[in-house]
C-alpha cells in the first residue's frame, strides 16, 4: 500500500522506535457503535491503518460500547463491513464492553486509594458546582466520605440498589483546577438499561472519560491517536493511566478532524437526516457517510488517496468537496467503461435513412485506456438524443442541433436539423433531420468541419434505464441563527426517466461507467431490478478543482 510522504505523527512514531521506546507500535479504530462510519472516520482508519502499517505494527478494531442507551449491534455490523470494504484487516477485535470487570476493579482501587468517592448530586448540582473557566468549582458536601463507605456505595450501585442518576462515581482530583476536566469528572453513572453485549449483566456504566484510556493501556496501544477536541483531556488521560496503575503506558496525540463544505458530519446530524426522512437510510448516496459513499459510487482507492492527500494537521480545516471528487474522477478514469445514456429523451427521426435497417457502430470500450477492447453500438433510422441538445432559436454560440444546423453524433455521422415536431401545446416532441452517408465515424472524412458532438441512442434497441443525479444536500454551511436541517438542499435528488445502449441491459449492482458528456456512474444495488437499472451519479467530468 501506498503511503503519504510525512505527518506529525509519523515523526513521533519513527522517533519512538529509533529511540527504543518502544520496538513495536500498535495503534486502533475505536468508534463508538452508535451510528454509521463516515468520511471523517475513514481519515482515522486510514491514519491509524496504514500508520501500523508502514512501520510493521498492528492496528485494532475497538468498539467504544460503554453507553447502552445509543449503541445497537446493527452498528457494530455496519462498521465492520465499512472497514473491510475501505481495505482494512484488524489484529484485535475488541468491545469496551468486554473489560467492565477490569475497569470496575481499577474504580475501586482509585476509591480504596482515596481517590475517588460516590456522590449523590444530581447531574444539575453537579454541573452549577463544576464552576466556569474564570471561577473554581465547589466542592460537593458528599466529597470526603470514607474509603469504607464509598466501597460499600459502588458496590451497591452495582448491585442495582439504586435508581438512574441517583448517585456517581467521581475521580476525586482538584475542584479548583484550571482544566476544567479534572475538576473531579464523574467516572461512573447508573443506568438501568440493556446492552447488546452484557445484557442486563450492569447497571452502572463507565465514562468515556474513565474508560478510554484504561481500553488503551489493557490493549497495550502505544499511540493513541484521536481529535483535537480531546487535547484538554489529555491531562486527565494521563490521571487515569497513573493513578489506575496501569502497566501499560498510551500517549494520546490528537489531530485535526475532517471537516467537508456542504456537509454535516456528526452521527447526531446524520442519524437526525434519517430519522426525520431528509434521505432514504444511512446509506443513501448523498450522504457522506461510508455507505452512503459506496452507494453512490466511490471507491475504496478514491476514498483512500483523498484521506492520505489532505494529510494529519494540528488544526481543524474545511476540505472542499470537490477534492474528493476530484479523487474518484481519476481513479474511475481507466477503470470505468464508456458508454452513451440519454437522460432527457427527445426522438430524432433520420429520414434519408433506410427504413428498417440496422448498422453496428464500432467504438472503444474506454479511448483512454485500449486494453478495454471494443464495443458495438447499434445505428439506425429513430434515435434519441438529449432534449437540451437542441434549441430551435439558440444564442449565438450554440453549436449543437438546430434548425438548419448539422452536429456530428458520436461514433456515427453528421446529422442535420430540416424539421422541428411539436404538439397542440408548441412543445418539441420530435426532429426529423438528414444524414450524410460520406461522414461516417472512423472513415477519414474531412470534406467539412461541425462544431458540435452529441451523445445519442438507437431508438428500437434503447433500454430504458433511470438516472438519479445529485446536489449537494446541505446548501450552505450552517449561518447564525439556522439549524442544519434549514439548509437541507430541496433540489438534492432528481430522478428521470431515460434510455442506455443495448449492450448495457445486463449491468450489475455496483458497476461503474462514464457517460459520455454526462459523468461516472454507478448502477445502484438497492433500486435496480431485471427490467430496469438505476444509476447513481457519481460525479460529472468535470470540475474546477485543481489541486
Ligand atoms: P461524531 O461526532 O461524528 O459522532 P465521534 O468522534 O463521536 O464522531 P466515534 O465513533 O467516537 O465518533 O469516532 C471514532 C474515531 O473516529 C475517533 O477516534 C474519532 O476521533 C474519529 N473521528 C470521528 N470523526 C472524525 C472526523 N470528522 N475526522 C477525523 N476523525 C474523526
Ligand atoms: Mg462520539
Given at each position: 500500500m501506498e503511503h503519504n510522504a510525512s505527518n506529525f505523527i509519523r515523526n513521533i512514531v519513527k522517533e519512538d522506535l529509533e529511540t527504543g521506546k518502544h520496538d513495536h507500535i500498535i495503534t486502533r479504530f475505536p468508534p463508538e457503535p452508535n451510528g454509521y462510519l463516515h468520511i471523517g472516520h475513514a481519515k482515522s482508519i486510514v491514519l491509524n491503518f496504514e500508520l501500523a502499517d508502514e512501520f510493521g505494527g498492528k492496528t485494532n478494531l475497538r468498539f467504544d460500547d460503554t453507553n447502552p442507551l445509543k449503541e445497537d449491534i446493527e452498528f457494530v455490523n455496519s462498521i465492520k463491513e465499512d472497514v473491510k470494504w475501505l481495505g482494512f484487516d484488524w489484529d484485535g477485535l475488541f468491545f469496551a464492553s468486554d473489560y467492565f470487570e477490569e475497569m470496575y476493579n481499577r474504580a475501586v482501587l482509585l476509591i480504596e486509594k482515596g481517590l475517588a468517592y460516590v456522590d449523590d448530586l444530581t447531574a444539575d448540582e453537579i454541573r452549577e458546582h463544576r464552576g466556569t473557566l474564570t471561577a473554581p468549582g465547589k466542592e460537593s458536601p458528599y466529597r470526603n466520605r470514607s474509603v469504607a463507605e464509598n466501597l460499600d456505595l459502588f458496590k451497591r450501585m452495582r448491585d442495582g440498589e439504586f435508581g438512574d442518576g441517583e448517585k456517581v462515581l467521581r475521580a476525586k482530583i482538584d475542584m479548583a483546577s484550571p482544566n476544567i476536566n479534572l475538576r473531579d469528572p464523574v467516572i461512573y453513572r447508573i443506568a438501568h438499561a440493556t446492552h447488546h453485549n452484557t445484557g442486563d449483566k450492569w447497571c452502572i456504566y463507565p465514562m468515556y472519560a474513565f474508560a478510554h484510556p484504561l481500553e488503551d493501556a489493557l490493549e497495550n496501544v502505544t499511540h493513541s491517536i484521536c481529535t483535537l477536541e480531546f487535547e484538554d483531556q489529555r491531562p486527565l488521560y494521563n490521571w487515569f493511566i497513573e493513578h489506575c496503575e496501569m502497566e501499560s503506558k498510551p500517549q494520546q496525540i490528537e489531530f485535526g478532524r475532517l471537516n467537508l463544505t456542504n456537509t454535516v458530519m456528526s452521527k447526531r446530524k446524520l442519524k437526525q437526516l434519517v430519522e426525520e426522512g431528509y434521505v432514504d437510510g444511512w446509506d443513501d448516496p448523498r450522504m457522506p457517510t461510508i455507505s452512503g459513499l459506496r452507494r453512490r459510487g466511490y471507491t475504496p482507492e478514491a476514498i483512500r488517496t483523498f484521506c492520505r492527500e489532505i494529510g494529519v494537521a494540528k488544526t481543524t480545516g474545511i476540505v472542499d468537496t470537490a477534492m474528493l471528487e476530484h479523487f474518484v474522477r481519476e481513479d474511475l478514469k481507466l477503470k470505468a467503461p464508456r458508454t452513451m445514456g440519454v437522460i432527457r429523451p427527445l426522438k430524432v427521426v433520420i429520414t434519408n435513412y433506410p427504413e428498417g435497417q440496422v448498422e453496428w457502430l464500432d467504438a472503444e470500450v474506454n479511448p483512454e485506456n485500449p486494453e478495454m477492447g471494443m464495443r458495438k453500438i447499434p445505428f439506425s433510422r429513430e434515435i434519441y438524443i438529449e432534449q437540451d441538445d437542441f434549441m430551435e432559436n439558440p444564442p449565438k454560440k450554440y453549436f449543437r442541433l438546430f434548425p438548419g444546423n448539422e452536429v456530428r453524433l458520436k461514433h456515427a455521422y453528421f446529422i442535420k436539423c430540416e424539421e422541428v415536431i411539436k404538439d397542440e401545446n408548441g412543445n418539441v416532441i420530435e426532429l426529423r433531420c438528414t444524414y450524410d452517408p460520406e461522414t461516417k465515424s472512423g472513415t477519414g472524412f474531412t470534406g467539412r468541419k461541425v462544431k458540435g458532438t452529441l451523445h445519442w441512442v438507437e431508438a428500437t434497441q434503447a433500454v430504458p434505464a433511470e438516472f438519479r443525479l445529485y446536489e449537494p444536500l446541505i446548501l450552505d454551511d450552517e449561518k447564525e441563527g439556522t439549524t442544519f436541517l434549514e439548509n437541507v438542499n430541496p433540489n438534492s435528488l432528481q430522478v428521470l426517466q431515460g434510455f442506455i445502449e443495448p449492450?448495457?441491459?445486463?449491468v450489475k449492482a455496483q458497476e461503474k461507467f462514464q457517460f459520455f458528456r454526462h459523468g461516472y456512474f454507478n448502477v445502484d444495488p438497492k433500486h435496480t431490478t431485471s427490467k430496469k437499472p438505476v444509476f447513481n451519479l457519481i460525479v460529472s467530468l468535470k470540475s474546477s478543482f485543481k489541486l
Open positions: 449492450n448495457m441491459s445486463e
